[in-house]
């Protein structure tokens, strides 16, 4: 059973210790080989041709290297051609032993497909073993031949023992290295993990090789009886390992899930060496795949990004599929957080070639969070909790790659403890904490106010004034943002209330996250608090974030139907910071789009963003809607929007956030523009886009 994240087959690069060893081994070994050959009597080896029984030993040893007892923690499995090959060198001497073994060496090569520096290798590692094991048996008087075979005695059970042992040390300590140097861990370390299970399987195998002789000496067609055991243990250990493999592996893709996955990781944290390292994937926009084009190519496509990581992982590291389109990727030696960070490269570059499928490419991308051990977490399942984090974060801040901070994770006891604040405020219903700022938004060609933005301050008993940028993005991820959401609609509909009474008619916005607009209850919330305080819908604005057109617009048709049936337009903020379709942001009852204030404030001093803001004003105004631009710090910044046509602003030259109270004092000294101040109608926009939407 191959396992996907095996990648010793991977070519040794030039001028490692890797290459040098096994260019040392082999070359050693090959040596060796050549020598005993050379040394091989002729008349001997042409008289066995004609024998029986050398090509009975031939086939099984043959059979063997392509039918290994495989386990679990043997990769591979343990070749059960040991048994006949070591029958051989006892019975035929070390020139037809090795002459059988390092030809079925390479004929087993062949038909797996196995990489040439490892046939090489495992031919001259069997040899020096075979080797030694005859030195030991020469070394007490032992030296059989084809002319002159040797049956070992009760007597011998203690030579034949110490061969084996030689046989066992050789083979054994030099794939070991081998190992070790390919993941770059200790030998120690591998030697640990295996030699339980090598030396049990290899010493059974050994221990029977001498009765093997002795039915070889006196009844050679009975040495067939050996096969039906070795089948038996091949198909029983075949089985067992497909079980297991079925419990600990992912049935799409081959991968490690997510309990193998903390269970190397605990390995690798017991072990103790440099940093462990753990990087979680998240595969961006994949959903589009699958409502696109089906599950079937999305499963298709998910197979070839763990076929992309695992060819991409360095040797020894592990890659898991977790679910969905989340991977792991553990790293058990990781030198540092640069070292960890090359690795996320190498597999975003990966993942980002494109990829055919159903005659379309695809490109796509992936979210990558890393934390290490023991920088960031004492164990495996706080490492995995804070790699997470960190790929929300780079998810959200679309980084690509981020490294764990503990000021950014959610999950974090600081955090957590103010999301409890958080709930204990709005639990009072936020008096006192909770209360909204008012920012004015105004008509370019006069300075007029047409509208104002409500902005949510929070004023932390303990810890005062708290950045909303801070608590909504933790509200957002928490049960807690409907109720905040709520807190906000029906403070502002009080104060709209209030304002209206007064005869200061302005329109309030009020910002709502793609979230909110999944909620189906929140259409009857703005509902309920108009009628309760006799507000218009017209007195409403709806802001959401330009990150809305990348959601499927299926699941938010109801919601924006049913505001949309209010009369309560929306506003499309922060334009220009994402990735839009032009498409979906005609289709969307938009009545404003506010262009974002990156772009503004670089206006006077970048051609570039001038471009880009003229472009947004042109394109905003050829679809019905109005341009409002954020960020207008600078009476230069105002000429400029004005001459490109931009209908409003909102800035620090107007007004900063206001209290309650110094908003109403604003208001009273500004007569504020009626909602039609633009050359759209709002209904006669919300009428015409959704009957492109929904026709």
Known sequence: MKDPTDTRDIGPRAGSPLWVYLTAVSTIGLTTLAITLFRTDVTDFSHLLHAPLFWMLAGLIVLGELRPVVTPIAVGGTPTSTLFAFATLLYYGLSIAVLLQVAAVLFSGLVVRETWHRTIFNAAQLTLAFTAAAVTLGAFG??????????????????????ALMYFAITYT?????????????????LKKTLAYQSLVQGTLLGFAPVVVVVMHNSPPFVLLFVAP???VHLTATLSVHRDHQATHDGLTGLPNRKLLMTRTQEALTEKTERVGLLLLDLDRFKEVNDTLGHPVGDRLLQIMAHRLTHSVRPGDVVARLGGDEFAVLLPSVRDADTAREVAARLRAALNEPVWLEGMSFDRDASIGIALHPDHAPDSELLLQRSDAAMYVAKEARTGVEMYQPDKDRNSPARLSLLDDLRRALAIGGDGELSLYYQP?????????????????WHHPTHGLIPSEEFIPLAERSYLMHLLTQHVIDSALVQVARWWAAGQQVQVSVNVSARDLLDSGLPEVISAGMTRLGVPPHALQLEVTERILMTDQTHITEIVQTLADLGIPLTLDD????????????????????????????????SEDAAIVRSIVDLVGSLGMRSVAKGVEDARTAALLREMGCDGAQGWLYGRPMSTDAAGAWL????????????????????????????
């Open 441 to 457: 938004k105004v008509r370019l060609s006069d300075g007029r106010p047409v509208g104002m933005e409500a902005l949510l301050r």
């Open 668 to 695: 009273a000294e500004r007569p504020a523009v009626s909602r039609q101040w633009s050359a759209a109608n709002t209904e006669d926009l919300i009428r015409t886009s959704l009957s492109s939407e929904f026709p």
């Open 230 to 232: 070795l089948i038996a």
């Open 142 to 163: 032992v030296r059989a031949a084809p002319s002159h075979a040797w049956v070992p005695e009760g007597g011998h059970i203690g030579l034949v023992a110490l061969a």
């Open 174 to 190: 030099l794939a070991c290295t081998a190992a070790a140097l390919h993941e770059r861990r200790s030998l120690p370390q591998v």
């Open 575 to 606: 334009f220009g910071s994402g990735y839009s379709s032009l498409v979906r942001l005609q289709r969307l009852p938009v009545e404003e789009v506010k262009i974002d204030a990156s772009f503004v404030r670089r206006l006077t001093s970048s």
